[in-house]
Structure formats: structure tokens, C-alpha cells
């Protein structure tokens, strides 16, 4: 029963090419966010969707912008994709209010050649 | 900055209790503690979360001290599929729910 889906597993990019990396859930949760985690490191929230209203953390470069087209779906865009962006990318979601958990997605995995 | 501090790495003997600390002194009165673990290659997978009262469920119990500046979370029969990194959580508020700030936490490596 997948609840959070990501893809692809694996993307692999060339550098200053764009790319888009996707989420969706079945949960019908309001809240999605992107982490980044690099290798060795802890997640890192580069933003979050409440329903629509899109809240970026203050150090999320300009180069890494979000969509969510609908409840289901949020979309990672990174337009020109340097060799720093190589991560792992995870998407979460939960209920608001006070103590709801995130459920995470697996995770896609970005290498920049 | 992250708000909670961890050891590094801890090891546990197969079938044994594993107790991860975890220091949060700076914790405010509405603020939870989530505790997550990510097995290698995995998204995290929420565990427990608590807020005064020790907490326990079919995975972990979690028992916060009275002063609520640390908390132990205890796995009472860890198996080698426990070898994770487990992460201590303070959840910063926002006007939308939660925005959870990840320490390097501790890395478990449970030994046959």
C-alpha cells in the first residue's frame, strides 16, 4: 500500500540541465514537503505546501522551485542543476495541527554528471 | 540550528534493549518530541512522538523526563532490521503545522 510515491527512483542529469522530480500521495494529506539530503547528512526541508500557499525555507536557493498541481501531486523543479545538487530528494506529507507524523516517500535519488 | 543533541553512533547486542538519549534543553511548553529512524537507502519512518507523558507503542517507548529537557527512546528487543539512524526531533512551530529541523542524530548498529 505506497502512500507516498516518488519518481523516478534514480534520475541521473547533466549539469545546467533541467529537471523535475516527482511526489503524489494517497493519504489526501494537505501538507507536502521536499527535504534534500546529501550524502552522509541529515534531511534538510527546503519547503512545504500547506493546501496551496507555498512556504520556502529562507536558505532554499532560487534554482529549486516547487509545484502542486493538486492535492496528490507536488512537483520539485530544479532549473539548472549543478554538481552541488547531487542529493537525495524526499518528499513528505502529513495533517496539520499539532502532533500529526510525516510520512515519507523513498526517495529519488539525483546525480548531476 | 537543530535543537536536540545525540551521540554519534551507539552499538546493541541483538535481542537486547537499545536506549537512544537525546538532549533538548532549550525545549519550549507547546514543543513535541518525534522520534524517526532512516534505514539506509530509505525515507525516514516516524517511530513515537511525545510531549510530557512517557509514550509507548508497538514499536518504541519514549520517556521524557519532568523537566522535559531530554528524552530516551527504547527499542526493549532490538533486531539487526533496527540498524537505522534514528533521529531526535523538536517540532519548530509554524501557523501551518510543523517544520522539522533534522540533527546529524544517532547512528545504531544492532550486533548479532
Known amino acids: 500500500d505506497a502512500m507516498v510515491i516518488q519518481n523516478p527512483r534514480y534520475q541521473v542529469t547533466q549539469f545546467g540541465k533541467p529537471v523535475t522530480l516527482s511526489c503524489s500521495q494517497t493519504?489526501?494529506?494537505?501538507?507536502m514537503y521536499w527535504y534534500q539530503q546529501k550524502s552522509s547528512q541529515a534531511p534538510k526541508l527546503l519547503f512545504h505546501y500547506y493546501d496551496k500557499d507555498f512556504n520556502n525555507e529562507a536558505d532554499t536557493p532560487d534554482n529549486f522551485q516547487s509545484r502542486r498541481p493538486n492535492t496528490s501531486f507536488c512537483f520539485l523543479d530544479i532549473r539548472s542543476p549543478g554538481l552541488g545538487d547531487a542529493a537525495m530528494y524526499l518528499c513528505?506529507?502529513?495533517?496539520?495541527?499539532?502532533?500529526?507524523?510525516?510520512?515519507f516517500g523513498p526517495g529519488t535519488r539525483l546525480t548531476v554528471t | 540550528d537543530a535543537k536536540t543533541t545525540q551521540p554519534t553512533s551507539m552499538d546493541c547486542a541483538e535481542g537486547r534493549a537499545a536506549n537512544l538519549p537525546c538532549n533538548h534543553s532549550t525545549i519550549s511548553g507547546n514543543e513535541y518530541v518525534y522520534w524517526y529512524r532512516q534505514i539506509h537507502s530509505q525515507g525516514p519512518q516516524y517511530i513515537i512522538h511525545?510531549?510530557?507523558n512517557n509514550e509507548t507503542n508497538e514499536m518504541a517507548s519514549l520517556i521524557i523526563t519532568e523537566d522535559r529537557k531530554s528524552s530516551t527512546l527504547i527499542l526493549p528487543h532490538a533486531t539487526l532490521r533496527d540498524t537505522a539512524v534514528y533521529y531526535c526531533?523538536?517540532?519548530?512551530?509554524?501557523?501551518?503545522?510543523?517544520?522539522?529541523?533534522f540533527g546529524p542524530g544517532t547512528r545504531l548498529s544492532v550486533l548479532p
Open positions: 511525545g510531549l510530557k
Open positions: 526531533i523538536v517540532r519548530v512551530r509554524d501557523n501551518y503545522g510543523q517544520n522539522f529541523v
Open positions: 493519504l489526501n494529506h494537505n501538507v
Open positions: 513528505a506529507t502529513s495533517r496539520t495541527g499539532d502532533a500529526y507524523e510525516q510520512y
